[in-house]
């Protein structure tokens, strides 16, 4: 006789437990409905976790970014020219994009190596191509570049520079013609005035 009918509980009890028998070895399994939102709560955090905290169990790729930026920032410690000391500044720049997390280090990087060398084309150009999938993070840049300097004098080309590819951004990824046309037109008279 099976032992749900023998106890009495028939189909409308409340007994969860299911007997099996097999060689002599009795194994019970427990219906446990309430446990599987805290099992799948758990392998959601257990997920989230190791998502969010990835570079740190990565391996070689959190250390050769640790490796980069130490070498840049023994670069920029040694740079005997405001040059040298630029492209050690984007070149820990660069080494910060690697990561997810360090956008705003980045940022800071580029913007003091603006400021070390305001007459470099190459800096803008170089945080022009770092921040290709940021394009809201290039025109934060750009635009505090165009602020911290006259657009006159040694820094002309690089406020130029600067102006042609936030003109490009707002053509582009950015889609804001009517200030892309305004940026093309503070251009055409920044060049009439050579």
Known sequence: MDDRKASGCGNGGVEETVIFRRKGVRFEIIDMTWNLPLLLSA?????FFFWKFRPVFGGNAGREVTRALTEAQKRIDSAVDAHARAEALCDAGDACLMTRRKRDSAIGYYLRAMRTSPESTDVVSRASKAFVRKPRALESLLWRRLSAEAWTGPAKTASEAALRHLAALYAGPLRRKSRARAIKHVLD??????
């Open 43 to 47: 392998a959601a955090f257990a997920l």
């Open 189 to 194: 008279v920044l060049q009439t005035k050579h």
